[in-house]
C-alpha cells in the first residue's frame, strides 16, 4: 500500500485546486519521514521494522542505551565471566593505539584514555605523609597524549602536585 497517493492532474480550470492539494499531501508526508541529515523532527513515534535487513557501520558502543556491535559482544563473550569491570572496560574502552605506541601499561580500563588514573594514579593519601607517588601514572598520561590532548584526572584528589619536565617544547613545567 503506497504512503502518498497523489490526484492525478488532467489540465483545466482545477488543476490550480488539485497542485494545491498535493503540495500539502507531500509537505506532510516529508515531515514523517527520518531525516539522514539529523534535521527536526527526526525521533521514531513507532517500531522500525527492518524487514529482516542489517544495520551496517555502527560504531562501538560507550553510553548505556546504545547497542554493542558483535566485535564487542564476541569480547564479552569469550571470557568466564563476562560482566567484571576489566571485561566490559576492555571491550568499551580497548588500548589506543597511542597507548600501544608509547608502551604504557593500563591498569584501570574503565577510565578514559589520557585519564592517569587509567595508568596506575590514585588520590590515596594513606602511603606515608605525602600519599602515593603518581609520578610514572602522569609520566605514561603525558606520553600517551603527546602534549595534543588534556591530560584529565576527575574526582577528589586532595593535594596534588606534579612535576613535569617538557622536554624540547618549551613550555616550561607543570
Partial sequence: MAKLTLTRMAGGYLTTAAMNANQVLLEAALENTVSRDGTS??????QLDMNS?????????VNNQEPVTLAQANVLAST???????TVSAA??????QETSAGVTVTAGWYEPNDPRRYGATDDTTDGAGGTNNTS????A????E?????????????????????GYGYGQI
Avoid: C, H
Fill in 142 to 145: 603525558m606520553s600517551v597524549s
Fill in 137 to 140: 601514572a602522569f609520566a605514561d
Fill in 41 to 46: 523532527p527526526n525521533a521514531m513515534a513507532s
Fill in 80 to 86: 568466564t565471566n563476562p560482566l567484571t569491570q576489566n
Fill in 92 to 97: 568499551l574502552w580497548p588500548k589506543t593505539s
Fill in 147 to 167: 602534549l595534543e590532548l588534556p591530560i584529565k584526572f576527575r574526582g577528589q584528589v586532595g593535594d596534588l602536585s606534579v612535576t613535569a619536565s617538557m622536554n
Fill in 53 to 61: 535487513y542489517r544495520l551496517v557501520n555502527l560504531v562501538d558502543a
